[in-house]
């Protein structure tokens, strides 16, 4: 476990120390990512090693949100002020990119399945 | 601070002077922010994982209001819960594993992936400031929205390049990944999306690693992709956003 640990931090670290001396326009962590992700794919055991921390990790995402979302208190007097348009504006775009994202999805797999009639038995059931 | 409780009076002295230490260290943040969602977590489970009992709804709401009873400024909860608040770091580096699983599917479904996340990514940012922009929102405001689709870290960064509050915008963020982990599965039957693959890449776009902890407890196959989602429009965003909202804000 602590080993994994290490492992993801020092992948951020890369990810971070790139992104500064490089001035890229990504955060350290996605960069991070993108550089464990062919360590991984290359290197077996390490993905052995960092699945299950990994997987911890992942299983409460939801938690780690929980500190940024009390901030909510800081802003009360704006989010009064502008209730309307940033409760609108909110709930909209929300279902508007969710439903976008789903059918374009959706949309996009018939027409690929059309194209390719073996992956249809694969992809078929839903 | 206001500790005067109806208790023995020595005993109320005391416990005073222990309130002002406790307060001051990060111990009590971080202990509050864990036994609130654990507790947030238990009724979520008591209730079948119901959508509407989102965990991290109750847990800010829970927390909100302990602070504001006990006058708390938020910088000294947040000395306490920074710990938990850092390894969203960690965490989004950890999305190279579910990623890694997908990979062949990935291969195969490059083409619907991409563009569901492109369409869902722009679809989401451009309503945000064009519906904001129609109600009167500020500028500060709008540029806060613009990125809220987006997971916590990355939507700060952008938020900062673009003019508008990085704390702001955090807010707004988990707002969205709660409205979208409560209502994505009313939509999707109402619109009979019934592919798993589809329900969770469409969640992690719109409503990042909130929606994705949501999907991966209704099922593994529907969590890696949101998970997918997740990343992939974090390095999307990342990349793509700051110029196109820019653009946008410049109209407004």
């Known amino acids: ?33 993108a ?59 929300t279902w508007i990119g969710l439903v976008v994202a789903a059918l374009t999805m959706q949309a996009l797999m018939r027409m690929t399945r059309r194209s390719e009639p073996d992956a249809a038995s694969s992809e078929g059931r839903s | ?44 489970r008591r209730s079948g994982f119901h959508p509407l009992a989102n965990p991290v709804a109750f847990s800010v709401v829970g927390l909100g209001l302990l602070l504001w009873a006990t006058g708390t400024p938020y910088a000294t909860y947040f000395e306490g819960a920074q710990f938990v608040h850092f390894l969203l770091g960690p965490a989004t580096v950890a999305l190279a594993v579910p990623l890694l699983e997908q990979l062949p599917r990935l291969k195969r479904l490059w083409l619907p992936l991409l563009g569901a996340l492109v369409a869902g990514t722009l679809a989401a940012t451009i309503s945000a400031i064009g519906i904001g922009w129609l109600l009167g929102a500020s500028k500060a405001t709008l540029a806060s929205l613009a990125p809220k689709s987006v997971t916590t870290p990355v939507a700060m960064g952008i938020a900062e390049q673009i003019g508008g509050l990085p704390s702001l915008t955090a807010v707004l963020v988990v707002s969205t990944g709660i409205l979208g982990a409560a209502t994505a599965r009313y939509l999707f039957d109402a619109l009979r999306i019934t592919d798993p693959a589809v329900r969770g890449f469409a969640l992690g776009t719109a409503a990042h690693g909130i929606g994705t902890a949501r999907a991966f407890q209704v099922s593994e196959e529907m969590g890696a992709f949101a998970g997918l989602a997740m990343g992939l429009s974090a390095l999307f965003s990342a990349l793509v956003l700051p110029a196109v909202a820019g653009l946008l804000l410049r109209w407004v």
């Open chain 1, 1 to 33: 476990m602590i080993a994994a640990l290490a492992t993801l931090l020092v992948f951020q670290l890369l990810g971070e120390a790139l992104v500064r001396t490089l001035g890229l326009p990504v955060p350290g962590p996605v960069l991070g990512l």
């Open chain 1, 35 to 93: 550089l464990l992700l062919p360590v991984l794919a290359w290197r077996p055991p390490v993905l052995a090693m960092v699945r299950p921390t990994a997987q911890t990790l992942l299983q409460h995402l939801s938690l780690l949100f929980v500190p940024a979302g009390v901030g909510v208190m800081l802003h009360l007097q704006r989010l009064g002020d502008e209730a309307l348009a940033i409760g609108v504006a909110l709930v909209l775009s």
């Open chain 2, 1 to 44: 601070m206001n500790a005067g409780l109806p208790l023995a009076e020595g005993a109320a002295g005391r416990l005073a002077d222990v309130w002002v230490y406790l307060s001051a260290t990060p111990l009590l943040g971080l202990t509050v922010t864990l036994l609130m969602y654990q507790g947030a977590f238990l009724l979520y």
